[in-house]
């Protein structure tokens, strides 16, 4: 360890806790990883590894033209990012997006951590607020914060402790599943890095099939709520299966169940009405997730019901879905631009407990946290991501421009950046019609990473 500088605490070894470790050990700043697991456990996660994810394994689309989270990735990965480097290194096929073998991912980020030379791992639950000779903090303890230390934090601030549910969806092992009714396909056949265009397992359900299904979801019995569950919201970007079956009979087939772009191989002239996808999970390919199926379903009634999917008959589940509670700070109120706590500035926070929802999200925040609290250790003035980069977008959406009073959890998206000038076609006149949103599209991402590239050019303030 750098005896010349006293250590930055990191509180979670999660992918934002483990991004934070990772910019302050490159930037020459000794850090202390403190992770509680295995010794306090969690209700969703199921190993000791670093940055284990816990519901989807997949970091959604890696489309750095027109994806506004896939811009996220790029930056990422040019400021030096563990979590794209190890997803790199762990990744299967997924059509467009990026998604991981969970075990590969976090055991390489859990080997790139334990052996940096300038990063500590001590392993024990931090169960209030870090004493005071503690002077520079990064409290990034996720969604399943521990109540002590959540407790803690809530009585310094005064601010009621905000939370949702968030749903884990089930994994099935993929030799139970009867090829001879489902499909390899991509949606429009997508290839995408690391894809062939053959990367999702498809299973197709006619009309009648598909109601039957909704009708079971609906009275499918759920997963009794405790009474400090009662008033809790859900997040609309992992609402659970049957939730959105209960707001209309056609809400699923227009979303994680909708057929377009995908043809049955083994009947291609009959149009399927819904199509239940499943995503490799594991490099091996052995097992598959149910793609959007997040659920609060029992576990008897998800086996009962999922195995009413045509393919899915005989299907055997390696993991059963599941309901856990995340919870978050009133960022907007509570954080300065630097995602320090106003009232406690040795405190600095990120990851989904700042409010961004998203693996991505999550460590990106944590990358920014690690950058600022490198700086301030350094002696040097910190840097700001441009605000137009889905980086800068993001950080000050959490630290001020979101609406404090309706404040709720947010994945990055094209609405978080400032406005953009479309260019002229090929043929010099302005885009019209359906090309005008595409067009769109890549002048935020355009600009976005030349001003990324800008800021991190040698000789900037911010690579230095």
């Not at 020459?28 to 000791?48: F, S, Y």
């Not at 498809?202 to 909704?214: K, L, S, T, V």
């Not at 010099?428 to 002048?443: C, E, F, L, M, T």
């Amino acid at each position: 360890m750098n005896e010349k500088l006293k250590p930055v605490h990191v509180i979670g070894a999660g992918l934002a806790g483990s991004e934070a470790a990772w910019a302050l050990a490159n930037a020459g700043v000794p850090v202390i990883l403190h992770e509680m697991r295995p010794a306090v456990k969690t209700d969703a996660h199921h190993t000791a590894d670093f940055a284990e994810l816990v519901c989807s394994n997949s970091f959604r689309s890696d489309d750095s033209e027109t994806s506004a989270v896939g811009v996220l990735h790029e930056e990422m990965r040019r400021m030096g990012s563990i979590v794209m480097r190890a997803a790199m290194g762990a990744q299967v096929p997924a059509g467009g997006a990026l998604a991981v073998d969970r075990d590969g991912f976090s055991a390489e980020v859990t080997r790139a951590l334990t052996s940096h030379p300038l990063i500590t791992i001590e392993l024990g639950e931090i169960a209030g607020i870090p004493p005071e000779d503690w002077d520079s903090v990064i409290v990034a303890t996720g969604p399943l914060t521990s109540d002590a230390l959540a407790q803690a934090i809530a009585a310094h601030t005064g601010a009621e402790e905000l939370a949702f549910f968030d749903a884990i969806a089930p994994i099935i092992y993929r030799e139970t599943v009867d090829m001879s009714v489902c499909w390899f396909q991509s949606r429009y056949d997508k290839e995408g890095p690391g894809g062939t265009g053959k990367d999702y397992i498809n299973c197709p359900m006619n009309r009648d099939e598909y109601n039957a299904f909704i009708d079971a979801l609906i009275a499918g019995e759920k997963t009794d709520f405790k009474e400090w569950e009662a008033s809790t919201p859900y997040f609309d970007g992992c609402l659970p299966i049957e939730v959105m079956a209960e707001r209309g009979p056609e809400t699923l087939r227009h979303g994680p169940m909708k057929p377009r772009g995908l043809t049955n191989a083994h009947n291609p002239a009959e149009k399927a009405y819904a199509v239940v996808q499943l995503r490799q999970d594991n490099a091996l390919g052995t097992l598959y997730n149910m793609v959007g199926f997040q659920t609060k379903l029992r576990h008897a009634e998800q086996t009962r019901i999922f195995r009413t999917i045509p393919g899915l008959q005989n299907a055997e589940f390696a993991r059963l879905g599941g309901l856990h509670r995340n919870t978050f700070l009133n960022s907007p109120r509570l954080l300065d631009p630097l995602m320090r706590l106003r009232t406690m500035p040795r405190l600095r926070f990120a990851g989904q407990i700042t409010g961004v929802e998203g693996y991505v999200e999550s460590a990106a925040m944590g990358m920014l946290a690690g950058r600022f609290a490198a700086a301030g250790r350094l002696g040097q003035p910190p840097q700001m991501p441009p605000r137009t980069t889905a980086m800068g977008a993001l950080l000050a959406h959490i630290t001020g421009e979101a609406n404090a009073e309706t404040f709720q959890p947010m994945n990055v998206n094209f609405g978080l950046f400032p406005p953009v000038e479309v260019p002229p076609g090929p043929d010099g006149r302005k885009v019209r019609g359906r090309d005008k949103v595409p067009a769109r599209k890549r002048a935020y991402t355009a600009r976005a990473l030349r001003d990324m590239d800008q800021w991190l050019s040698p000789g900037s303030k911010a690579a230095e």
